[in-house]
């Protein structure tokens, strides 16, 4: 059983980095696909970043793409989610997902995914 333990989350103001950490433990962390997901109040949950095995190919949702960069290390079963220039529509729950072992080469979609980690808070303000 795949577990994962998200942290780095907070409250930060409009324009601020944060960044981010996912570990996992429990399984090969080299043959699952990795993602990162957002779930704001009143909303559905959604894809902000994935990332392949390798690490070698990745996905950015339209809303992040070139604030956020999606990373991991594999000899330290890390997946990371550094997030630049905040903005107040950022603000959600942020989980980390998983994939089986080699089902998908990039995940986006939340049906792809079979582990979750709890979620850390990231809130925005002016």
């Known amino acids: 059983q795949v577990q994962l333990v998200e942290s780095g989350g907070g409250s930060v103001q409009a324009g601020d980095s944060l960044r981010l950490s996912c570990v996992a433990s429990?399984?090969?962390?080299?043959?699952?696909?990795m993602g990162w997901f957002c779930q704001a109040p009143g909303k559905e949950r959604e894809a902000v970043a994935a990332?392949?095995?390798?690490?070698?190919?990745?996905y950015y949702s339209a809303s992040v793409k070139g604030r956020f960069t999606i990373s991991r290390d594999n000899a330290k079963n890390t997946v990371l989610l550094q997030m630049k220039n905040l903005k107040l529509e950022d603000t959600a729950v942020y989980y980390c997902?998983?994939?089986?072992?080699?089902?998908?080469?990039?995940?986006?979609?939340?049906?792809?995914?079979?582990?979750w980690g709890q979620g850390t808070q990231v809130t925005v303000s002016s």
């Open positions: 429990g399984g090969t962390f080299s043959s699952y696909a």
């Open positions: 997902a998983a994939v089986g072992p080699f089902r998908y080469v990039l995940a986006t979609r939340e049906h792809e995914y079979d582990y």
């Open positions: 990332i392949s095995r390798s690490g070698g190919s990745t």
